[in-house]
Each structure stands twice: as C-alpha cells, then as structure tokens.
C-alpha cells in the first residue's frame, strides 16, 4: 500500500485533472498506514519509548534536516540555474514562489529554524509530511503512555482522536494558520488514530473477503466526494471532519482492494517503491525540474519556465512524464547510494 500511496503523492504534485480527486484520501493514507504499524509494546516500558523517539529521530527527522538543510545552502545556485525566480513578475507569470537571495546570516538564521522545526525550503516543500507525522507519532506514542497508566485506556485514547477531529474541524473552518503550519497535525492525528484501531477491529480481513466488490464501491463513493467536497491535509482544509473521515475510509479501502488485486512484477515493483517512499518525497520536486527542463528546450517556451513550481501547468499532458521522473529519479538515486555505501563498508 505505501507503493500505490507514494505514487499517488507524487502524481498529486503533477497538473494532471486527477489531482482533486486523489488528494481526497492520499496523505490520509499514510497516516493511516502509520497507525495501523503501531505497537503497543512500544510503551510498555521507557527503554522502549526512548527506542522508539530515536527510531523516528532517524527515519523522520534526520531526512526532513539534512535535506531541507541541502536545498538551504543551495538556494543560491538554484535561482542562478534558473530552478527558482526572484523576479515577481517572473512568478506571476510562470506560477512560482519568489525566492530570496540568501546572505551568510539569513543561510544560517533558516538552518537554526529548520533543524529546530520551525522551517523549511520550497525544494523540499513536500517534507512537512515528516515534521507532522513526527509529531503526530510522538504526541500518540504519549497519549497512548498515559491512557495505559488509566483504567479507561481506550476511551481515553478514542477521546483524544474525537478531540482532534474537533480541532482539526475548527481550524477548517476558521482558516487557521498555526506556527510552522502545523495546522495539518489534528487530520493527521484523526487519520493515525483511524488507522490504529481499523488493525484492531482487523478491516482489512474483510476487504480481501469482498474485494471484488469493495474496489467498485470504495470508487463510486470517492467519485461521489470529490463532487461534493474538497480535502487538503497539508493546509489543514476539510469540508467537514464526517467527509474526511468517509474520505479516508474509502480511500484505504480503494488502495488496500487494488493491492489485494496484485500480484507478481508489478507487486515487487510497488514494494520497492514501498521501502523507499522517504527519498522520493525528498527528492521529486527536483526530479521535476528535470521534465520541465526537458520539454522547454524542445519547445518555444522561454527558460522562465523552469521555475514553474513544482511542475509546469500547461500542457496537461505532461503529468506522466512527471510522475516517471519524480518517482523513477529519487529512486535510482537513492539505490545507487546504497549499494555505494555498501561497497564501501566490504
């Protein structure tokens, strides 16, 4: 499943008209998927939530610094290569944020912001899923501390997650914009707590029972949401909490019968994909720039366009080649690099 989802990030990221529908149950997904991988033998003693924090120290917050960090001292050579504007007009025209030329002391003032979590870099814009699912396991991992210590565990841990549904509906509908854009952390919370107890109940067992039919359905529904409504975890905007969660529950069950479906090639190519979902969130935005490059040197458009953020929006057409590129790029690069670094441990 986290093969289909990190392909669905990505092809979310292109201007392909699918991007609306697939941004309904995406990023939901993943939390989900990160609920439902958790074990409870995680608190049960502090040697073990201590090995969990450094667990996700390593896999969430050390990827989001380094790489967020790489693109800051970078940032100057981007805009001389074109992959960032400081020109206003230029952004208006082309569809991309206005960058900045770093200073030494600005360079530095965003690395102590982002390896505190209080920043991050347009290159690695796609990073904030790390921070928030950092934050989300680690404030989980401390509710579900304390509810163990309770008579009531349970209800106290549902309870948080009705408490963040809430919190998450509020700041939906109020436009909320919170520190850090932390703002996506009560869906993400909502969709994690979702997915923890839909491996309790065992779901899942169901869905392969009946995939034949829950494909179908799960579709129609999604079909029926995405003319209704809308959802962003990344800012924070649902159209209400009822529609996130049928948005997410038939999102899982559209992903987990499509899955269940697979087999052979094409299901070792998705878990490929699967393990190394960490550096292509990394590294496809840059991978992008790559197809955008590509086509405007054998088109009549101006090298403006290369700072189109994060793709260029016309033509359409190209969202294949794009969702190749941010996909296929980070992912051979980052194979590479591990077979380098294990000849070098031989």
């Not at 800012?235 to 009822?242: K, L």
């Amino acid at each position: 499943m986290k093969g289909i989802g990190i392909i669905l990030m990505v092809y979310g990221h292109t201007a392909s008209d699918g991007v609306h529908f697939v941004y309904l149950f995406h990023m939901a997904l993943f939390f989900m998927l990160s609920g439902y991988f958790w074990n409870d033998k995680t608190i049960e003693s502090k040697e073990n939530v201590f090995n969990f924090f450094k667990r996700r120290l390593k896999t969430l917050y050390i990827p989001f610094a380094l790489s967020n960090v790489l693109f800051a001292i970078l940032n100057n050579k981007f805009i001389d290569l074109g992959l960032y504007t400081i020109d206003s007009a230029v952004a208006e025209v082309v569809g991309a944020p206005i960058e900045q030329v770093y200073s030494i002391p600005t360079l530095l003032k965003n690395i102590i912001k982002i390896v505190f979590f209080m920043g991050g870099t347009t290159m690695g814009g796609a990073t904030w899923f790390l921070r928030i699912l950092f934050l989300v396991s680690i404030i989980c991992m401390l509710v579900r501390f304390v509810a163990n210590k309770t008579k009531n565990k349970e209800c106290f841990f549902a309870g948080s997650i009705v408490m963040a549904g809430i919190c998450a509906q509020v700041v939906s509908m109020k436009h909320i914009q919170l520190p850090v854009s932390t703002q996506s952390f009560f869906s993400g919370y909502v969709a994690f707590g979702v997915g923890y107890y839909w491996k309790r109940y065992d779901v899942n067992t169901w869905i392969r029972k009946h995939k034949t039919i829950s494909l179908p359905i799960s579709l129609i529904i999604l079909l029926i949401m995405n003319v209704l409504g809308s959802v962003s975890v990344a800012q924070g905007q649902i159209t209400n909490i009822g529609f996130y969660f049928v948005c997410m529950v038939a999102g899982w069950i559209f992903v987990y019968a499509i899955a269940a479906m697979l087999s052979g090639s094409m299901l070792n190519v998705l878990s490929i994909l699967g393990r190394h979902t960490t550096p292509i969130i990394l590294g496809h935005f840059l991978a992008f720039k790559y197809v955008t490059w590509a086509y405007i040197s054998i088109s009549s458009m101006e090298m403006d366009y290369l700072s189109s953020f994060p793709v260029l929006q016309q033509p359409v057409w190209l969202w294949p080649f794009y969702l190749l590129a941010g996909v296929g790029v980070p992912l051979l690069v980052d194979m590479a690099w591990r077979k380098c670094r294990g000849l070098i441990r031989v």
